[in-house]
Structures are given as structure tokens and as C-alpha cells.
């Protein structure tokens, strides 16, 4: 495929065989080529130097072929989670088992990467859909030998259809040889940098930003690798949490700000492990060493086991993204240095605090992220703690359908109210957190309907007014509820008799002196990397 610039960019498929053990699995065994013909006259640029990388399109899966809506339950998507594994002969055996316990962080999507060192050939397996859907097969698993591997769960990008030319690893071929990489997090300078690329006649196959990371190491003179990583990651900007795999080595790369998590394990035979959260740690039974801190380089190499470290330029204070904590990780997480838990329950008790409901008969948790706020809001207030809801973690997920009825319905499918512990109650009900406010005004109806005298909501964070640009699928602001109302306006459109938030100052209070080290600007829309629009016109004009 002949480009318009002094190189020719081609791809070829070399193999993809479709693997399924019942025919709603999309699954896909893939290997992309990127073309290995060197560049002409490089430009010291590296954002404007043309990239002999091409993704090839993928086989589409059923589901997107699907005509309901995805119901998202009101409320913002982590959009990722990333495992890592290198020396352990069970590497994708426990990279599987890694993703499915980050299956909270992308319902999307899944895939594995591994590498065989005897062979030094890489392979991938992805398809759409939960982990145990996409690895449904056990020829799956068996086709990635190897003692290396990463793997990657998705949600799709607000708007965006489920595709899976865009479910990661992505796995391709360059002139230095076979590069996997997965990422959680979103750059802010994607559309400017994939412009430069595609001037220089790089093409682009999927939608993912993730893809212009791989454009630009392939275009980069650097050597070796590390050199190559390093010099790309400091032209990005946004939010990335990276797992880079060769033949040899695995790379795991936070962005300086640190938005997004990612932690190291040791298993006791020696092998790491590489994850987005601890929860996944424990599980392959691997011990927590510590954080990869925002801006670093972790270089884990096979051949010794050897783990070495460099440092992104420049440095920026850190700004973890404080929402991990309200509603994203796991309770059983330990997510920069802080455990989950705790943290919800210190933030139910301080809410108690700021706003009671003194008159109150019970407290339930909206669940499954509200339990552990409510419970400190119970142990503050005096107030006995129930399981008001019941959570069904046996529906699959919820799609709008097309009559106003059967859309009330369906938040039936998960939560179920307990009537005993509701009617002719005053109930708080304690969430973590109101987006668009659609799902909280189905609850309040449920529990109403279930008998409750009141219903005062409790919210454990502040309002969210902002969108988020750093990984985070949330809506824009128009359609955050708390951006268009203020307190009152938003507990009348929800339909209870009361409403509070946990203050901003109040949680920035909590979080004491690491709380300039927290992004929250979904609350106070105070960004550190300023969201940017490229002007696509000026662009084309230089």
C-alpha cells in the first residue's frame, strides 16, 4: 500500500484464526506487521515523523451488530485495567485470572498478549465481551505459550461502537521486531499527534489513541528500546498507565502526573506481576513491592530477572485521580498507597458528619461501592446498617430497550429491594457517587414502591461537574446533573426527601496533606493537564 510520503507504510495479516467455543464469542487470534522499510529523511520532530506502522482491520464481532443502547447505570467508566506477567511458565494462565478480577474496570473487551522466549515469537488473543467470554475456549489459553504475557479489559470510549480492531494488546510488527503494548488512560494530544503522523502518511486502522503510541515508536530513531519509550512518553500528554512486551523484556510506564494506577507483585517463584490494582496481586498469589511512581520506567528483564528503572522528563507533582478510591478499585485494593476501604468508610463517616439525618430508621448502601461508605456513615451517625438492596451479580449487562416501561424495569435486574428491612422505614441510602441522576431517581421509586416512609440520599463524594479527560469514560457536562442543578434541584428531579453531598473542602480535609496530590477535577474542574480542542485547520495550513 503505497503512502504519500518519501517511505511506503504496509501491512500484512499474517495470521488470524478464529478460535470459539459457541458462536456469540468473538474471538480473534491476531498478529499485525508494521513494514520495516527505514525512513528516507527523518525529521528531528518526533511528533511529525512519518511511522511505517499500520493496525490491520479486524473481523467485526456480532455484538456490534446489537440494536439496544448500552445502559451504563449513571455512572462515569473506568475505562481500563492492565496485567502483567514475566517469568512464571503459567504467564497467560495468570494474566487471565488477573483480568478477570480488574473485570470491574472494562466489561468490553479482553485480551492477551504472550511471548514464547524459545521461539521469540509473540502472540495475541482478543475478543468482545468478559474475559470468561473471550477465553471461553480452552484452546484459547493454550494458544499463548510462553513466560511472558500482558494482558488488557476495555470499556469502549463515550459514543463509541464496540469494535474489535480497537481491543488491546495490540500486538504488532516493526523493523527491530514483535512490540505488544496495553493502556489505561487517555492522551490529550491525540488528535494532534495522529494528524503530524498521518501528513506523513502513517495509517491509522483503529480509533484507539493507544495506536499512535505504537506510530510513534516506530518512527523513532532511538536506540535501544527503552530509548525509544522514553523518548515517545515524553510527548504525550494526558493520563497513561502502559505494559510494553517484547520477546525478552516487559516495560511498565506511568505518565508523571500519575493519574492512573499501577502496581508491582512478586509471586513466591520469583515471577512479576504488573497490575492496574493489588486485588489482582493477591488472587495470582503475588506479594505487593510497591507503586511504579508517576513518571517511571520499570524494565523487567527474562533473562535475568533483573528489575531496572528510568525517569520521564520532566517531572510534574503527582495527581492520582481520587475517584479510584470513591467508586473505581476494589475495596480490597490497596490504590496509591491507600486502601480502599478505609478510605470509603472514612468518607461515609465525615458525610454523617457534615450532614445528618437524625430522624433516620435505617442506613443501606447503594451497592456494590456504597457498602463501605455507608458503613461509616452507620458507625457515625448511630444509625443500624442493613442490606436494604440486593445486588444480582447473575444479569448480564442491562441494554435500553425500546418502550419507557420496560427501560424502569430493567433497574429491577440488579437490585432488588428487601422489604422487610424498608417499609414504614426512614431510609438513607448512601451512594458513592450521582452522574446523570437517572439511576438514583429509579431508586428512590424502588424503595418507595418497597414501602419506605423516606428516602434521604447520602452522597459520598462531592458533586461531579466536570468531565473527565484522563481515562475516564464520563458524559459530557451538559448531562451531569449536579453541572445543570444545584443540591435542591437535583434531590426534587430524583424524587427523595432529602439530599447531600460530601463538600469538596470536606474531602480535600480528609485527604490532608496528600490532598494537592489527588486530581479531582470532576469536582472542582480544576484540570492539571488542560483539556485541549487541536485546531484541525491551522494544523493543515503549517
Not at 484459547?140 to 461502537?161: C, D, E, F, N, Q
Amino acid at each position: 500500500m503505497a503512502a504519500t510520503s518519501s517511505f511506503t507504510s504496509s501491512f500484512t495479516l499474517e495470521s488470524k484464526t478464529h478460535i470459539t467455543s459457541k458462536p456469540s464469542s468473538p474471538f480473534s487470534l491476531r498478529h499485525l506487521s508494521l513494514s520495516s522499510k527505514p525512513f528516507s529523511h527523518p525529521s528531528p520532530s518526533l511528533s511529525a515523523r512519518s511511522s511505517p506502522f499500520s493496525l490491520a482491520p479486524l473481523a467485526s464481532s456480532n455484538n456490534e451488530s446489537n440494536p439496544f443502547v448500552h445502559d451504563n447505570f449513571d455512572k462515569p467508566r473506568e475505562e481500563c485495567g492492565v496485567v502483567g506477567v514475566i517469568g512464571d511458565p503459567d504467564a497467560s494462565s495468570l494474566c487471565y485470572l488477573g483480568l478477570q478480577k480488574l473485570q470491574h474496570r472494562g466489561e468490553e473487551g479482553a485480551g492477551i498478549v504472550a511471548a514464547d522466549s524459545d521461539s521469540g515469537k509473540l502472540t495475541s488473543v482478543t475478543g468482545l465481551g468478559l474475559v470468561t467470554d473471550v477465553f471461553a475456549s480452552p484452546e484459547s489459553l493454550k494458544a499463548l505459550p510462553g513466560t511472558m504475557a500482558i494482558g488488557h479489559v476495555r470499556y469502549s470510549t463515550s459514543g463509541a461502537t464496540s469494535s474489535l480492531m480497537n481491543v488491546q494488546p495490540f500486538l504488532a510488527s516493526y523493523r527491530f521486531g514483535q512490540l505488544a503494548v496495553c493502556h489505561n488512560g487517555n492522551l490529550l494530544n491525540h488528535d494532534k499527534l495522529k494528524m503530524e503522523l498521518e501528513s506523513k502518511g502513517s495509517i491509522f486502522n483503529t480509533s484507539s489513541d493507544t495506536e499512535v503510541i505504537l506510530h510513534l515508536i516506530a518512527a523513532s530513531t532511538s536506540r535501544p528500546l527503552l530509548s525509544r519509550i522514553i523518548e515517545v512518553c515524553e510527548c504525550l500528554e494526558g493520563a497513561y498507565s502502559l505494559l510494553f512486551l517484547t520477546s525478552r523484556k516487559l516495560f511498565a510506564v506511568r505518565d508523571p502526573f500519575g493519574f492512573r494506577p499501577l502496581v508491582l507483585g512478586r509471586r513466591p517463584n520469583g515471577s512479576l506481576v504488573f497490575a492496574s490494582e493489588t486485588c489482582a496481586l493477591d488472587l495470582v498469589d503475588a506479594e505487593y513491592v510497591r507503586e511504579i511512581n508517576p513518571g517511571e520506567v520499570v524494565v523487567a528483564d527474562l533473562a535475568d530477572m533483573s528489575v531496572s528503572s528510568a525517569c520521564l522528563m520532566p517531572r510534574m507533582p503527582r495527581k492520582a485521580c481520587i475517584f479510584e478510591h470513591i467508586y473505581f478499585a476494589l475495596p480490597n485494593s490497596i490504590v496509591f498507597g491507600k486502601a480502599v476501604h478505609e478510605s470509603r468508610s472514612k468518607f461515609g463517616r465525615a458525610l454523617a458528619e457534615e450532614s445528618p439525618v437524625p430522624n433516620a430508621d435505617v442506613v443501606i448502601p447503594v451497592p456494590d461501592s456504597g457498602f463501605y461508605a455507608a458503613l461509616g456513615f452507620s458507625q457515625a451517625s448511630g444509625i443500624p446498617f442493613q442490606q436494604g438492596l440486593l445486588r444480582s451479580h447473575y444479569v448480564g449487562r442491562t441494554f435500553i430497550q425500546p418502550s419507557q416501561e420496560i427501560r424502569d424495569l430493567s433497574v429491577r435486574l440488579k437490585l432488588s429491594p428487601v422489604r422487610g428491612v424498608l417499609e414504614g422505614k426512614s431510609v438513607v441510602v448512601v451512594d458513592d457517587s450521582i452522574v446523570r441522576g437517572t439511576t438514583s431517581s429509579k431508586i428512590v421509586s424502588l424503595l418507595r414502591h418497597a414501602g419506605a416512609r423516606e428516602v434521604h440520599f447520602r452522597i459520598a463524594s462531592p458533586p461531579v461537574v466536570g468531565s473527565c479527560y484522563y481515562g475516564v469514560d464520563t458524559p459530557s457536562e451538559d448531562e451531569l446533573i449536579s453541572n445543570r442543578m444545584d443540591t435542591e434541584g437535583v434531590c426534587k428531579e430524583i424524587g427523595s426527601d432529602s439530599l447531600a453531598f460530601l463538600s469538596l473542602s470536606k474531602l480535600r480535609e480528609l485527604l490532608a496533606t496528600e490532598s494537592e496530590s489527588f486530581c479531582d477535577a470532576c469536582f472542582s474542574k480544576e484540570y492539571p493537564v488542560p483539556p485541549r480542542k487541536y485546531d484541525l485547520a491551522v494544523g493543515m495550513l503549517e
